[in-house]
């Protein structure tokens, strides 16, 4: 379920808004999406896994606290992540 770090070095290189950039908040919610949908792929075979479902909930949360933070502070930003990930807001 976790990240493995050639997808993970992959993401943080397509989102990064500078070199050696890991931490800004592109990088974060990218990094959250892929989390997000392999966590998803997972509950799909395992119906029953209740931890793992508790933990893509608490993903998704914080995931959209990021966004919102982003639409506040970099509205243009925003609008290429969402694109970008396929997300709909």
Do not use: C
């Given at each position: 379920?976790?990240?493995?770090?050639?997808?993970?070095?992959?993401?943080?290189?397509?989102?990064?808004?500078?070199?050696?950039?890991?931490?800004?908040?592109?990088?974060?919610?990218?990094?959250?999406?892929?989390?997000i949908i392999?966590?998803?792929?997972?509950?799909?075979?395992?119906?029953?896994?209740?931890?793992?479902?508790?933990?893509?909930?608490?993903?998704?949360?914080?995931?959209?606290?990021?966004?919102?933070?982003?639409?506040?502070?970099?509205p243009a930003?925003?609008?290429?992540?969402?694109?970008?990930?396929?997300?709909?807001?």
């Amino acid at each position: 379920m976790a990240l493995d770090k050639g997808k993970k070095a992959e993401t943080i290189e397509k989102f990064a808004t500078a070199p050696g950039d890991n931490g800004s908040s592109e990088v974060q919610i990218a990094l959250l999406t892929q989390s997000i949908i392999s966590v998803n792929d997972h509950l799909r075979t395992h119906k029953g896994d209740n931890h793992a479902r508790y933990g893509l909930v608490k993903m998704v949360g914080r995931r959209r606290s990021l966004l919102k933070y982003l639409s506040r502070s970099n509205p243009a930003s925003y609008s290429d992540l969402l694109i970008k990930l396929g997300l709909r807001k």
